[in-house]
Each structure stands twice: as C-alpha cells, then as structure tokens.
C-alpha cells in the first residue's frame, strides 16, 4: 500500500522551517527521501533505516519511527533552492527491491 | 551517484507508431525500474528488473513491454502509442543492499 504523506503542500518564506511526515500501514525495512524539481528527475537525499535512527544532510534532517512506521523529514532555515516536490519511497522488506512512493508534498520557498 | 541515461529526453509521435525508449546505466546496478509520472503527480512503477533475462510488471497496469538483455540496458517499448500514453517516464537503477534508486533525467513523451 502507498504511504500516506502530509502536509500535501507548505508555503514558506526564506528561513522558515517545515516538516514533511510520510506514514505507511506496514511495517517498514527503510525510508527514502527525494526531492524533485519542476520538469527535472528526483535526486535522492538520505535514506533511513530500520532501527530508529535520525540523519542529517546540513540544513536537511530525518527521523523514523519505526514503531509508528512513521518517517518525517525536517527542512530548517529554508532556502530558494528547497523548493519541490518531496517523495517518501518506502521498504517494506518483503517487497524485495522496490520502493512505494508516497503522492508527494509540494513546497514553495518565497523569497 | 549513478550515471543513468535516458534518450530521447523529448518525443512528440503520431497515434499508432512503435517507439523505444532508451535507458542505460554505467554503474553495473543489478536493478533497474520504468516508473509512469503526470506532471506534479506521484510516481507509479509500471516495470522493473533485478537482472539480465529478468523482468516484471509493476503496479501500474502498462502497455508497454521492456528487455534486459545487458545489465546497462533496459528499453521500453510501445508497439502502438496513444494519446493516453502521453506523459513523463523515468528510468531508475538501484544497488544492491539499501536498493536506493537513482533516476535518470526522464522522456517526457506526446502522443497525437
């Protein structure tokens, strides 16, 4: 079943923070997060995996909780360049070798 | 970071044609995906392989029909396009372990 990602759009100013949950009815191996932009491919961010853990790419951070099979992406101080649309990619570790996508949560960034 | 090709990226056809979409990957990844995506909408996996001589359907139901005759290419193929099949397609390999999918930059196909 596809996850379930809120909020389904934010608007922002530069230097705001936001926070994008993704929430699936099954239990979860990993989460991946990617970001596409307007007419381009998505470019992966950071996976997380069973266990629990938190990651951190600068300003971009994460979490999964894997009790709630719940993963949630953190976005501070935004920037122009944050603007996309998020896709949470579950693993559901009996679905070897593919992912779920979530429907996506558009953010705009204004300056 | 995957190098993952996809040609043509832009193709405007006329009901009715064959076309092949390109995809092919320098990275040596065993897995390799075809997702179907509308403008600012989700991405649906209508094919994918976990190696040579291996393919499967995704979730989405497709008309399309893909090979993996080598482990850096997996085409896709319309024997009939129609204006129904008009949207972005984007292939994707994965390594294995994390299976971390690595897109490629997409065809975005019209069909008169």
């Known amino acids: 079943q596809q996850p379930v990602q809120s909020p389904q759009a934010v608007i922002l100013r530069e230097g705001e923070d936001a926070v994008i949950n993704c929430s699936s009815s099954?239990?979860?191996?990993?989460v991946h997060w990617y970001r596409q932009k307007h007419g381009e491919a998505p470019v992966f961010l950071m996976i997380?995996?069973?266990?629990?853990e938190q990651k951190g790419h600068e300003k971009i951070s994460a979490s999964f909780n894997e009790k709630k099979q719940q993963s949630s992406l953190y976005l501070t101080a935004s920037q122009l360049s944050y603007s996309g649309t998020y896709f949470c990619g579950t693993h559901a570790g009996t679905s070897y070798g593919k992912l779920t996508f979530g429907q996506g949560t558009i953010l705009t960034v204004h300056p | 970071e995957a190098d993952i090709y996809q040609t043509p990226r832009y193709l405007v056809i006329g009901t009715g044609k064959k076309i092949t979409l390109e995809c092919s990957q320098t990275m040596g990844h065993d897995k390799m995906y075809w997702y179907q995506q509308d403008p600012g909408m989700e991405l649906h996996l209508i094919h994918y392989?976990?190696?040579?001589?291996?393919?499967e359907k995704g979730d989405l139901s497709s008309e399309s029909t893909v090979s993996r005759i080598r482990t850096e290419h997996f085409p896709l193929t319309l024997e009939s396009a129609r204006p129904s099949h008009t949207s972005q397609y984007l292939c994707a390999s994965a390594r294995g372990g994390t299976d971390t999918q690595y897109f490629g930059p997409g065809t975005r196909l019209t069909v008169l």
């Open positions: 099954k239990a979860l191996y990993s």
């Open positions: 392989s976990y190696g040579v001589n291996s393919t």
């Open positions: 997380l995996l069973k266990g629990g």
